[in-house]
């Protein structure tokens, strides 16, 4: 027992979930274990520190009737505390860390992709040509729909885009 609380003091929870870049459920979880980890702590801290032994001699000076003292007395010499089970505990504590551990890799895997993603994407931008350089053709080739919906304008016979008047007013007075 010395050695998991000698372990569980050197963590530092405040490092731990900022420097793993734990996130939502995760990150939840880890806070109500360590909440769980410090109200466990304390209850036993506050047990260790309270007497446990019973000065009967001092209840048999002060009470009449001796009897009770020497049945209380009796019970008390002879009490052995119940045992329990902790497998129950211990496989919900393994199940509990084997769902954190996978969600921790999944999170990991949606990060490294997210990742990936940005770095295709910085790397687009970085090598992409100023805008003012592009043709027409280069631009209706990235983005196709662009085309198809200047080719549906011009079939209904519009030709200026919705909007275009309003945003850089009406040229035509020139």
């Not at 019970?75 to 497998?87: E, I, Q, R, S, V």
């Not at 198809?148 to 275009?164: A, I």
Request: no cysteine; aromatic share 6%.
């Amino acid at each position: 027992m010395a050695v998991g609380r000698s372990a569980a003091l050197k963590i530092d929870w405040s490092k731990l979930s900022s420097s793993l870049g734990l996130k939502g459920g995760t990150a939840a979880s880890l806070a109500a274990f360590k909440k769980r980890n410090d109200d466990a702590r304390r209850k036993v801290q506050v047990l260790s520190e309270t007497p446990q032994t019973v000065d009967f001699a001092h209840y048999r000076s002060i009470l009449k009737n001796q009897a009770v003292v020497d049945e209380i007395e009796n019970h008390f010499k002879n009490f052995k505390p119940a045992t329990y089970d902790l497998g129950k505990q211990l496989r919900a504590i393994e199940a509990f860390e084997a769902q954190a551990v996978k969600q921790a890799e999944e999170t990991k895997g949606v990060v490294d992709k997210e990742l990936g993603d940005l770095e295709k994407t910085l790397t687009n931008i970085e090598t992409a040509r100023p805008f003012e350089d592009l043709t027409v053709d280069e631009v209706a080739e990235a983005r196709p729909d662009i085309d198809e919906r200047t080719s549906q304008l011009v079939k209904k016979g519009r030709w200026m885009p919705p909007g275009y008047k309003e945003k850089f007013g009406d040229l035509s007075i020139l």
